[in-house]
């Protein structure tokens, strides 16, 4: 799985093959897949084994009915090991039933006496700190959406899946790993239906606690709602005439009041403004012309880093960023020019980005939440930088202060760009980006991934809407 040949792997399942064929006792048939490759092999295999395949590939000679569950057995090692490491995560977020997870750390642990490892914790004292790590490896690597190992590849067809890799230097050895598949593989056996009564929907702290859905799911969809919440604000504004400033009076003159008005309802009264209750019709066409402009645009960096040669995705990402630098003072030059937006239609066009922006994070944390949160979470800014004031100006000219809080949102907005986060994040981690990103070409092309669909077509638009309208080229009773 790690780019290691699975010699100790490929003995056991031979040797468990031969096991297995001795005994009459099985209710199910069992499928021994041996493939050359850790992620394209099985992807190939099972995509045959369902017919997702290209025309160009032949079908599966023999098939044997629905899959129930997969059991990916690696030790590249050629020593006796310590523990087992227990890989679940799927593509795109997805993850297998929790049940075969536990039923696997049951049997490890419980039985064998095998100390049992996740998300590459390999001492866990089950302190706070330790559970916090681990929940937050688990929501990068659920977030990221990847293939992590040969199981995630049966995941999105409903085959629960996991992989069970030997780690350390300790005094188990091939028997003992061979009992535990056994016993998984005797569980299975023993299922008359697929796994379906405990979670698919979950956050491992430890190999032994979890935390559900019902618990973690209402942090996304806060994150999500505030985006709404400020649309909904900026819609209001929108259809708000500008307030009248009333001169003032000349000396010996009385203050003009305002026309006021009786507002009546059940049995209470009440005298407001007239003017509170005037409504502007909103000017919807260009500013839907510029959302749905910038959320086709995203298509381009899309296209790039997912038929980029690998040897040139770091280039191509570093060539990007300086683009992506001038590309929301270029736009704000070019729709101040071409396609001026008036006051209220800069409310709208931010109005709708905004809304955008949470409906697809709130539909997004229902089936991966670490992507939904994550995003969520560096998008936040964008609900409060870049936002148009509820006043049009009263004059062209921007003052000094002005035009130093744009070049500070600006700066800001840039150090959170998405190609800016990528280039920090690996740098931080030590993971090469030409690495990142040709696994992310290879999900697109061979898994489904649909990670870089989120971030090019949904964050990086909104990113763009907010940079836009804190340009510093971007003229202030205009954009």
């Given at each position: 799985?790690?780019?290691e040949?699975?010699?100790?792997?490929?003995?056991?399942?031979?040797t468990?093959?031969?096991?297995?064929?001795?005994?009459?006792l099985?209710?199910?048939?069992?499928?021994?897949?041996?493939?050359?490759?850790?992620?394209?092999?099985p992807?190939?295999?099972?995509?045959?084994?369902?017919?997702?395949?290209?025309?160009?590939?032949?079908?599966?000679?023999?098939k044997?009915?629905?899959?129930?569950?997969?059991?990916?057995?690696?030790?590249?090692?050629?020593?006796?090991?310590?523990?087992?490491?227990?890989?679940?995560?799927?593509?795109?977020?997805?993850?297998?039933?929790?049940?075969?997870?536990?039923?696997?750390?049951?049997?490890?642990?419980?039985?064998?006496?095998?100390?049992?490892?996740?998300?590459?914790?390999?001492?866990?004292?089950?302190?706070?700190?330790?559970?916090?790590?681990?929940?937050?490896?688990?929501?990068?690597?659920?977030?990221?959406?990847?293939?992590?190992?040969?199981?995630?590849?049966?995941?999105?067809?409903?085959?629960?899946?996991?992989?069970?890799?030997?780690?350390?230097?300790?005094?188990?050895?091939?028997?003992?790993?061979?009992?535990?598949?056994?016993?998984?593989?005797?569980?299975?056996?023993?299922?008359?239906?697929?796994?379906?009564?405990s979670?698919?929907?979950?956050?491992?702290?430890?190999?032994?606690?979890?935390?559900?859905?019902?618990?973690?799911?209402?942090?996304?969809?806060?994150?999500?709602?505030?985006?709404?919440?400020?649309?909904?604000?900026?819609?209001?504004?929108?259809?708000?005439?500008?307030?009248?400033?009333?001169?003032?009076?000349?000396?010996?003159?009385?203050?003009?009041?305002?026309?006021?008005?009786?507002?009546?309802?059940?049995?209470?009264?009440?005298?407001?403004?007239?003017?509170?209750?005037?409504?502007?019709?909103?000017?919807?066409?260009?500013?839907?012309?510029?959302?749905?402009?910038?959320?086709?645009?995203?298509?381009?960096?899309l296209?790039?880093?997912?038929?980029?040669?690998?040897?040139?995705?770091?280039?191509?990402?570093?060539?990007?960023?300086?683009?992506?630098?001038?590309?929301?003072?270029?736009?704000?030059?070019?729709?101040?020019?071409?396609?001026?937006?008036?006051?209220?239609?800069?409310?709208?066009?931010k109005?709708?980005?905004?809304?955008?922006?949470?409906?697809?994070?709130?539909?997004?944390?229902?089936?991966?939440?670490?992507?939904?949160?994550?995003?969520?979470?560096?998008?936040?800014?964008?609900?409060?930088?870049?936002?148009?004031?509820?006043?049009?100006?009263?004059?062209?000219?921007?003052?000094?202060?002005?035009?130093?809080?744009?070049?500070?949102?600006?700066?800001?907005?840039?150090?959170?760009?998405?190609?800016?986060?990528?280039?920090?994040?690996?740098?931080?981690s030590?993971?090469?980006?030409?690495?990142?990103?040709?696994?992310?070409?290879?999900?697109?092309?061979?898994s489904?991934?649909?990670?870089?669909?989120?971030?090019?077509?949904?964050?990086?638009?909104?990113?763009?809407?907010?940079?836009?309208?804190?340009?510093?080229?971007?003229?202030?009773?205009?954009?």
């Amino acid at each position: 799985m790690d780019e290691e040949l699975n010699q100790g792997g490929v003995a056991l399942v031979l040797t468990l093959a031969r096991y297995f064929k001795r005994w009459s006792l099985w209710s199910k048939d069992i499928i021994f897949l041996i493939a050359p490759d850790s992620k394209a092999g099985p992807q190939a295999w099972v995509d045959a084994y369902h017919d997702a395949h290209p025309p160009s590939v032949a079908s599966l000679p023999l098939k044997s009915g629905a899959l129930q569950g997969a059991i990916v057995v690696d030790n590249a090692l050629d020593h006796r090991f310590e523990s087992l490491h227990i890989t679940y995560d799927g593509i795109n977020g997805q993850l297998p039933n929790l049940d075969l997870f536990n039923t696997a750390v049951s049997i490890a642990s419980g039985q064998m006496g095998i100390g049992v490892s996740l998300q590459r914790m390999w001492k866990h004292g089950d302190t706070y700190r330790e559970r916090l790590q681990t929940i937050l490896r688990g929501m990068v690597s659920q977030g990221l959406g990847h293939a992590s190992g040969p199981h995630s590849s049966f995941i999105p067809y409903h085959v629960d899946a996991i992989t069970l890799q030997a780690v350390g230097d300790g005094w188990q050895d091939e028997m003992a790993m061979g009992r535990c598949v056994e016993s998984l593989f005797r569980s299975l056996n023993n299922l008359l239906e697929h796994l379906h009564q405990s979670f698919f929907f979950y956050l491992l702290m430890q190999a032994n606690r979890f935390v559900s859905i019902g618990t973690y799911l209402p942090s996304a969809m806060l994150v999500a709602v505030s985006f709404t919440i400020m649309a909904i604000a900026l819609w209001l504004q929108s259809g708000r005439p500008p307030k009248t400033r009333i001169a003032l009076p000349k000396m010996g003159e009385k203050t003009p009041e305002p026309e006021m008005v009786m507002i009546k309802q059940d049995e209470m009264t009440a005298v407001i403004p007239q003017q509170e209750l005037a409504t502007l019709e909103r000017h919807l066409f260009l500013p839907v012309v510029v959302i749905l402009g910038l959320h086709f645009l995203g298509v381009v960096p899309l296209s790039i880093f997912n038929n980029t040669n690998q040897t040139n995705l770091s280039r191509a990402l570093f060539v990007f960023n300086l683009f992506n630098l001038a590309l929301p003072d270029f736009l704000a030059i070019f729709i101040s020019s071409y396609a001026p937006l008036t006051h209220q239609q800069s409310l709208l066009t931010k109005c709708f980005s905004l809304v955008l922006l949470g409906m697809f994070l709130a539909t997004l944390a229902t089936l991966n939440f670490s992507l939904a949160f994550l995003i969520g979470l560096l998008a936040s800014p964008l609900s409060f930088l870049g936002v148009p004031p509820s006043e049009p100006p009263t004059v062209e000219v921007s003052s000094p202060w002005t035009v130093a809080t744009r070049i500070l949102s600006s700066i800001v907005l840039h150090a959170l760009a998405p190609g800016v986060i990528l280039f920090a994040v690996c740098t931080y981690s030590g993971v090469s980006v030409e690495e990142v990103l040709a696994q992310a070409a290879f999900g697109w092309n061979v898994s489904g991934l649909w990670t870089q669909v989120i971030v090019w077509c949904v964050w990086w638009p909104a990113w763009l809407v907010g940079s836009i309208f804190v340009s510093p080229f971007a003229s202030r009773n205009r954009i």
